[in-house]
């Protein structure tokens, strides 16, 4: 099967928590008679505001593939950067879907500094002052540590019947659910660090992690 693949991204400002909208589109291409030929479109926008200390978070996602297509093309809903509260893909797998999320996020721990004197023999990353004192430059130990409560719904718009050989319906997803929870994120070079726990419509509980922003 060969794919040409489109997206296009815009971020409000240099933040990328704050604003984004991002679009990206798959074309299936049937070079060979027997190739399958379809087009899968996907669209989420996430918008940030500043409520004193804290931040509201407000994401959307959708999207939808027309088509003759393999069942891994369709859309799995539930998991980390989904429906937390659920496993992978354990929502559904339709051929649309949707999936908002709302989160209030707040400051907990300030980066820790280091400013401090020591000898010739101390850290490597310093700064001669004399012949025999040496200063560590401030360096961040650890960064900001936010908390942070969540919800997430998504649906799979009853498309999952649809999606060939029904997967879903084969498994028993219920095709929409919702999850809330709380969680920890840290700020790292890698980008936030989250780790999430999290409760789902069905009375489950699970635990989630992830590094970098949610898609």
């Known amino acids: 099967m060969l794919v040409a693949k489109f997206e296009c991204v815009y971020t409000g400002s240099g933040d990328q928590g704050s604003s984004v909208f991002a679009f990206n589109m798959e074309q299936g291409l049937p ?45 799995a809903i539930g998991g980390t950067n989904s429906v937390r509260g659920y496993e992978e893909g354990a929502v559904g797998s339709g051929r649309s879907y949707v999936v908002g999320s709302s989160e209030v996020s707040f400051p907990m721990v300030e980066p820790l500094q280091c400013d401090e004197h020591v000898s010739e023999q101390g850290s490597a990353s310093v ?34 019947p649809s999606v060939p050989g029904d997967p879903a319906g084969a498994r028993y997803k219920p095709g929409s659910g919702y999850g809330y929870g709380f969680g920890i ?31």
């Open 31 to 75: 070079v060979m008679p027997e190739w399958l030929f379809f087009n899968r479109v996907n669209a989420r926008a996430r918008k940030g505001v500043e409520i004193g200390p804290a931040r509201l978070l407000l994401s959307l996602s959708g999207g939808k593939v027309v088509g003759s297509f393999s069942p891994h093309e369709a859309f």
């Open 127 to 160: 700064q001669q002052e004399s012949s025999s004192t040496i200063r560590v430059l401030p360096a961040a130990l650890l960064g900001p540590v936010e908390g942070v409560i969540f919800a997430d719904y998504g649906h799979d718009l009853w498309s999952g």
């Open 185 to 215: 994120r840290v700020d790292s070079p890698l980008g936030p660090l989250r780790l999430e726990y999290a409760f789902n419509d069905r009375q489950a509980k699970r635990f989630h992690f992830g590094v970098g922003h949610r898609n």
